[in-house]
């Protein structure tokens, strides 16, 4: 398959043209690009689900706080709510967001995760997956076809803009997970192509201009609740698509209005800790106590 898919109209053309799944499309031309079969493509994709339900898991089940002690119980204390009170939203909405903080968690402390589409964002999509899947008992092909179609919008986004929050702050990271989730989330409940598309222009069109300001420089905070409400944000962009509610403006136009806005982003708000809740009387003094924390070694 030698071609290039760098738009999203350019993928729903192919996808009606050759009358495919989204995940069909991207999975054949992984093959062709690394020169290998659509079933160690496939293979290698479900080794990253089972790496994101080992985070999810193992992430559980700690309550080790990150070096810095600000973050790392927060999963804990959620599971804890919920042996006494369920969410308002029921047990998916419950697992989603303990699936996401638990995966962020998992990151801060150093251990392995998957950067879908980067670590501070990893929970995002994992939660999602993971969630449904356990809610609905989606059978291990299914996940893998979610999880292509996932890093099929990854795929596209970043051929535009790198995923990285010192570029166009956490709307390319945070913001592009979100869309990434909520395209992996259509594709479990049944949605055609359009509407995959849809639920992921509809996710980001409403993160435009979302900072990335960690206190101390840290993955941390805001970074770590930022994962539990992006993850249902995903759900509410597929929810709306798979109603087909769409977006006025077109998905690939969405995306160059990300870009522009990144663009456009002061720098004190793209990861450099100088602007906007790093830069908060109170997130000074959390730098600062972290500063110290490093430099004395303790």
Avoid at 264 to 284: F, Q, V
Wanted: with cysteine; aromatic share 6%.
């Amino acid at each position: 398959m030698e071609y290039e898919i760098n738009t999203f109209d350019k993928l729903l053309s192919i996808c009606k043209e050759k009358n495919k799944k989204i995940y069909e499309i991207m999975q054949e031309k992984e093959a062709f690009d690394f020169e290998t079969s659509v079933e160690n493509v496939r293979e290698k994709v479900y080794k990253n689900i089972l790496a994101m339900k080992s985070a999810i898991k193992n992430g559980i089940k700690s309550k080790e706080k990150s070096y810095s002690g600000l973050c790392g119980d927060d999963c804990n204390k959620l599971v804890e709510r919920y042996k006494n009170k369920k969410a308002i939203f029921g047990s998916i909405f419950e697992n989603i967001i303990k699936y996401s903080i638990a995966t962020m968690e998992e990151n801060l402390r150093m251990n392995k995760i998957v950067a879908c589409p980067t670590a501070g964002s990893c929970g995002i999509v994992p939660a999602v997956i993971v969630g449904l899947s356990e809610a609905i008992d989606l059978d291990k092909e299914e996940e893998i076809n979610a999880l292509i179609t996932a890093g099929t919008i990854g795929y596209i986004v970043s051929s535009k803009v790198s995923m990285a929050g010192a570029v166009a702050g956490c709307q390319a990271e945070c913001g592009v997970a979100s869309m990434m989730a909520a395209s992996a989330a259509s594709q479990i409940m049944g949605a055609n192509e359009e509407q995959i598309i849809q639920a992921a222009a509809l996710a980001i069109k409403n993160l435009l201009g979302l900072t990335c300001d960690p206190v101390g420089g840290l993955v941390e905070i805001p970074c770590v609740k930022r994962n539990a409400f992006f993850a249902v944000h995903a759900i509410t962009a597929a929810e709306l698509a798979l109603a087909d509610i769409y977006s006025k403006i077109p998905p690939d136009e969405v995306v160059d209005a990300m870009v522009q806005t990144g663009q456009l982003m002061s720098p004190l708000l793209k990861e450099t800790s100088k602007g906007g809740l790093a830069y908060t009387k109170s997130g000074i003094c959390i730098s600062k106590e972290i500063v110290g924390k490093y430099a004395n070694g303790s």
